[in-house]
């Protein structure tokens, strides 16, 4: 094989390395591995009331309208915390800063949910929903309509409170990693 | 003003400016400060067809379903390019890397529709929406369901095909600022 060939060959396998693409079916498997590039910011989303109280992590949420304040929430309808989610129809999202990674985890996984509160401090403002102290914003917002898609439900909010903080760093997940924000 | 009690209106005035709360009413300015502090990827939403082509920068956008393969992205309904995304039906999400920053203020600012395609290199997948060829991942759909919502049209969206590279940074939008992500 002379070095031109070689050089052509390598040059295609670095290619194949690089960039890859699907075309026409599109399964879950590599639904989810374009997905992992989709960086995102990561909450705990949580809510109490008739049903009881519950939590977990999301990074499926996004703004939709500043009139009225309106975000939604995707939540998956085989979740076990879904019934209590659309029974309450209160919850809130309260976005991790980067030393929250652990709180990630713990929303994130089998922990049960009492051992899940016993995590971080919890206060409330207009709804019920537990509002994280020291999360990075949290919004407490009332769910005002539902679309079911696929296997999830698409839970539209709107915002009634609001709790910030300034100067702090941002937890996102990329890449099937936690990462932080870091100024350009 | 004794020491005491100067040290604790310090401290207060320090707490003021560190934790903001809006309960009750949030306006659109409140609203718009809260979700600065959601980070989120940064994304150029191209279309073409019938209507012709366009594209606009969106970070509104996030995953829905991985049965059928669902994503969803917000659109303003008072945007400019609404009806060229409502009559053509398909779009692409191209994530960005975090050198492409200058695509998103093309694509984000008030530059003529062919200029900002004249930036990025450009092809199709499945859909005739334009494919930027070294975007972090590229998302190519069929818009199958909208809900208005407020101000704006969720766009729900089958995943057609997928294209993307690997070893590549994310552009993440997050206080404001443009940042990139950096591993823990």
Redesign the interface.
């Known amino acids: 094989m002379n070095a031109k060939i070689s050089q052509q060959l390598a040059q295609q396998l670095e290619r194949c390395?690089?960039?890859?693409?699907?075309?026409?079916h599109?399964?879950?498997q590599?639904?989810?591995?374009?997905?992992s590039?989709?960086?995102?910011?990561v909450?705990v989303i949580t809510t109490d009331g008739h049903a009881g109280k519950a939590g977990f992590t999301a990074?499926?949420?996004?703004?939709?309208?500043?009139?009225?304040?309106?975000?939604?929430v995707?939540l998956n309808r085989s979740a076990s915390v879904y019934e209590t989610f659309k029974t309450n129809q209160v919850l809130c999202v309260n976005?991790l800063n980067?030393q929250q990674?652990h709180l990630s985890n713990v929303f994130g996984g089998k922990t049960p949910m009492s051992a899940r509160f016993a995590e971080g401090k919890w206060r409330t403002?207009?709804t019920q929903a537990p509002v994280l102290e020291d999360a990075?914003?949290s919004?407490?917002c009332r769910v005002v309509?539902s679309?079911s898609?696929?296997?999830?439900d698409?839970l539209?909010c709107q915002?009634?409170?609001?709790?910030?903080?300034?100067?702090e760093n941002?937890l996102?997940y990329?890449?099937r990693?936690?990462?932080?924000?870091?100024?350009?």
Chains 1, 2 share one sequence.
């Not at 390395?17 to 026409?24: C, K, L, Q, R």
């Not at 990074?59 to 939604?72: E, G, N, R």
């Not at 915002?159 to 100067?167: D, G, N, P, Y």
């Open positions: 390395s690089t960039i890859n693409e699907d075309v026409g599109v399964d879950q590599m639904f989810r591995q374009g997905m590039k989709l960086a995102a910011a909450n990074s499926a949420v996004c703004s939709v309208s500043d009139s009225p304040p309106t975000l939604l995707c976005t980067a990674q403002l207009l990075l914003v919004f407490d309509q679309v898609i696929g296997s999830h698409v539209f915002v009634k409170a609001i709790r910030q903080q300034s100067e941002a996102v990329f890449n990693s936690y990462c932080e924000t870091q100024s350009m």
